[in-house]
């Protein structure tokens, strides 16, 4: 049974750091992209960030680029989401994907991924 589990949300201030993980089991992703989204109270939910299997391409969402990082370590089977300079509205449920297979269209889509953790809470705190 595959299986992703994030770790590592909680409360930060404006302006501060926090980081992600996301262990996977069950199967190995390392041919896959993996990526982030987020859903905030009341909105859909938002694409963040998404890594190639190799980790040479990464993509963000406009409202995080140059704040956010997406890495993974494939031996581990962990993609890692690193958080800076947080802003209120980074605040939501934040959650990891995998793709079942390699090639993908379009990995800021949802759609895109066919596996899905429970989700770990930030809230940035003004």
């Known amino acids: 049974q595959v299986r992703l589990v994030e770790s590592g949300g909680g409360l930060v201030e404006v302006g501060g750091s926090l980081s992600l993980s996301c262990a996977a089991s069950g199967r190995s992703f390392s041919t896959n992209y993996m990526a982030w989204f987020r859903q905030a109270p009341g909105k859909e939910r938002e694409f963040v960030a998404a890594i190639s299997w190799s980790g040479s391409s990464t993509f963000y969402g406009e409202s995080v680029k140059g704040r956010f990082t997406i890495q993974r370590d494939n031996a581990e089977n962990t993609v890692f989401l690193q958080m800076n300079n947080q802003k209120p509205e980074d605040t939501g449920v934040y959650y990891c994907?995998?793709?079942?297979?390699?090639?993908?269209?379009?990995?800021?889509?949802?759609?895109?991924?066919?596996?899905w953790g429970q989700g770990t809470q930030v809230t940035v705190s003004s």
């Open positions: 994907a995998a793709r079942e297979t390699q090639w993908v269209i379009d990995p800021t889509a949802s759609e895109a991924y066919d596996y």
